[in-house]
């Protein structure tokens, strides 16, 4: 059974359209990935694509002892990305702000999976997709409006520690 483990909640402001979750061992750079994805990773490192009309978005991390449960709650987008954390202590980062050292605690360095989860804020769209040659723009289902506590975006990433070799589903 899934425990959650420690969480950490906080606010970021997205800059060049991005905000990512990075290893604080490691020199951070952008990843060259594929941008019609929402999650662009690389070792040490997960960025989420935002739309340019997000602000500030709300963030809560969460450490998982294993694959968390599955949620039952309609999200705006939802992706997995597995990433090896070599340090294990975390920071949020923006191109414009920086590194800003989040406290959630990780049960070692390793590879891990994350979960990311995100929704918008009905009041302060309508939103287009920050995606690769898309610009579609996006739901934005009534969901979480006590979590938005006047962001743009919620998202929630849920973070647990795979074994090398170990068989991941897709979603």
Same mark, same amino acid.
């Given at each position: 059974? !899934? *425990?959650? +483990?420690?969480?950490?909640?906080t606010t970021v402001s997205p800059s060049y359209r991005i905000f990512g979750?990075?290893?604080?061992s490691i020199d951070t750079y952008a990843p060259h990935a594929d941008? !019609? *994805?929402? +999650?662009?990773?690389?070792?040490?490192m997960v960025y989420l694509q935002v739309p340019p009309q997000v602000i500030r978005a709300s963030v809560r991390l969460e450490s998982w002892s294993t694959v968390p449960p599955p949620s039952d709650v309609e999200?705006?987008?939802?992706?997995?990305v597995e990433v090896e954390l070599p340090?294990?202590?975390?920071?949020?980062?923006?191109?414009?702000?920086?590194?800003k050292e989040t406290p959630l605690i990780?049960?070692?360095?390793?590879l891990y999976r994350m979960r990311w989860q995100w929704i918008f804020n009905p009041a302060g769209g309508p939103?287009?997709?920050p995606l690769a040659g898309t610009g579609e723009p996006l739901p934005a289902p009534l969901r979480h409006e006590e979590k938005l506590n006047g962001a743009d975006q919620y998202c929630l990433v849920q973070i647990w520690r795979v074994a090398a070799g170990e068989?991941?589903?897709?979603?």
């Open positions: 059974m !899934s *425990r959650l +483990l420690d969480f950490d909640e979750l990075v290893d604080t941008r !019609s *994805r929402w +999650l662009l990773s690389a070792p040490g999200w705006s987008g939802t992706e997995e340090g294990g202590d975390l920071a949020l980062e923006t191109i414009d702000g920086g590194q990780l049960p070692s360095a390793g939103f287009t997709s068989d991941i589903e897709e979603e």
